[in-house]
């Protein structure tokens, strides 16, 4: 580490390690800017599901439970009322470590199953927690942690039906499993399932029976529905499905059904499996690739969401008439949550967002039609002078790599573009198994605000347009879905007014790695780069992780030592030598999911012969980092770095 400080003669980059939030770019050039910017992306920020969102609904009373950030500390539990959602009480407080994606209510709904990451490192510890802790409660974590089961990667879990037991399904070094636990924080677990596969979803939900939705040795590329007794551990049968990183299945609250994709057409084929009987029968099916899906309380009905270009609806689903019926939602994004009586009617619950609405609760009335935003979590500067929005163009063109078809967003500023043209950032998405859609985005607008175009492409390898898209990444990364990206620059520069001498590209985790592949391997074609936590080397990153990032690695590359070479030639680091653009990286230190290491080799590589770079670390965090305060300052220094080398290059 002492070369990596020690001061160059005539270097030009900088690096920063975030301690504290007072050392923070404290007396750099970058302050100016960030006094500017720093509330337009704090509203940004906390307009996005990421800062605020439901966990888990009450059956019958009047709460939810809701994940929102700290201001310094980070994820915070919180109690939520429905009838006044700004009442609430913290259940879990930012000092906690709450690990912030996972909370689920008992049966009885006297008590919270959760979990609490203390490092950003991701190996949870499993917790229990009371319905109405006070937060002084809350504040000693060491009585509530179940003591027998060793931190790994918890993947999901959830109740027995009577309350009395745990399933959980998790990732440790060299296999996942699916373990049971009593409820009880000083019981030990018993392993039900060893060394399964491409675990995505478990789900215990009927007295006699349980799922795990997995995969089939060889990578996660052909979906496995295993259905098990989840006492004596009994599989009792085992159903090919299409892999899905969107479907979301839950058991039949009244029925041992559940429903699955039978890998059939260009979507799959939605089915019920019923556990008792052994029957699968296809149901009515909505246009597009298939999401989550939730059950109204009798069973009766299914509310499955669907998505298509960016879009994602919401129908209803009659299994006994076996009818179809399309919600009447908002346009743009609709994610449903939860479906009960409510104030004397049957009522959906659901989140919405679209280009220029923020994420919020709604409440879609199923025998009137009526639609009622529940929630005003966001900032009601938002649309206004002071945080200006600006709609979304869905594009679409042909990638020069292969004539495929790419979707996209481009956002342009409102205002009338400079000389040239606007400068323009090629924003890439993570995963890569995720998608730009039709929501609010409250970084790109803070982009736009500041001159930028933002194109925001759904390069192959994405969800959202089916499983033989998702699949054509197979052994391509950062050769085709890289061509898919320039290709989309050279439309949009071609179509709109964008200047082609100032184009950048940024992005996280996946994006990270595009970002760093994009200049190393098309280095004349980018002025500048920001990665946040990047992958800069696939061997490393299959070498170190545990199971479930092997069976991501072998979803990418197949076979990882008969295609090292390979995945060492689509690695970033082989080529760094070649980066010419400035370039920005963040990480965390205790990232499991893309390792610091070689995101450090490729810097110091960088830094050997005074590139122009920026690198900034986090010591305490991992690959999500759960501090609003660094998220905040690592966007505004992605702002100002970004500005600084795109709006005054010609």
Known sequence: MQRFFKKKPHSIARFFIKRTTKQICAGLWRNIILLSIYERLKIAFEASAFDTRPLDFSKKDDFFLLQTLDEIEGNSLLRSSL???????????????????????????????????PDGSELLHLCLLDTLPSVKETEDMQGRIFTEIKPHRILWFSWSPD????????????????????????????????DIHGVLWSEWGHPKFAFVQGARPGGMRDGLLTVFNPTSAEVLSEISTLISFWFFQKWNPERPLVPLLQPSGDFGKLSLYNAESGELREIPQPD?????????????KLFQRSMREGRSVVHEINIDENSLRMLDLPVGTNTPYYAREWNGKQTLFFAHSDAVAANELWVHNLETGLNEKLTQWRSAAIGTEDFPVVESKSITYKSLFDGTTIHGFLFLPSESPPPGGYPCLAYIHGGPMYHYSDEFNGIFQVFTQEGFAIFAPNFRGSTGYGPAFMKSLFQE??????????????????????????????????????????????????????ASVPVADWTYMADHGDAIYKEFIEYMWGDVEKNRPLMLERSPISKVDDVRAPLGISQGANDSRTPFPPVLEFANRLYARSHTLELHITPDSGHLTIRKDEIIRDYAGRVAFLKTHLTSKE
Not at 170 to 192: F, L, Q
Not at 479 to 493: C, E, I, K, N, P
Request: hydrophobic content about 35%; proline content about 4%.
């Open 83 to 117: 009838t006044d959602p700004l009442k609430q009480e913290t259940l879990l407080p930012g000092s906690s470590k709450f690990y912030g994606q996972l909370a689920v209510l008992s049966p009885d709904e006297r008590q919270i199953l959760t979990a609490i990451d």
């Open 163 to 194: 309350g009395k037991n745990i399933l959980y399904a998790g990732s440790r070094e060299k296999n996942c499993h699916v373990s049971r636990i009593a409820n009880d924080v000083k019981a030990t677990p018993e392993v039900v399932l060893d």
């Open 288 to 300: 597009g690739e298939i999401a989550q899906c939730i059950w109204s309380q009798d069973g009766e």
């Open 477 to 530: 990364a950062g050769r085709a879905d890289l061509q898919d990206v320039s290709s989309g620059v050279d439309h949009v520069v071609e179509n709109f007014d964008i200047n082609p001498k100032r184009v950048g590209i940024t992005g996280a985790s996946y994006g990270g790695f595009m970002t760093l592949a994009a200049l190393a391997f098309q280095p004349e074609r980018w002025v500048a780069g920001y």
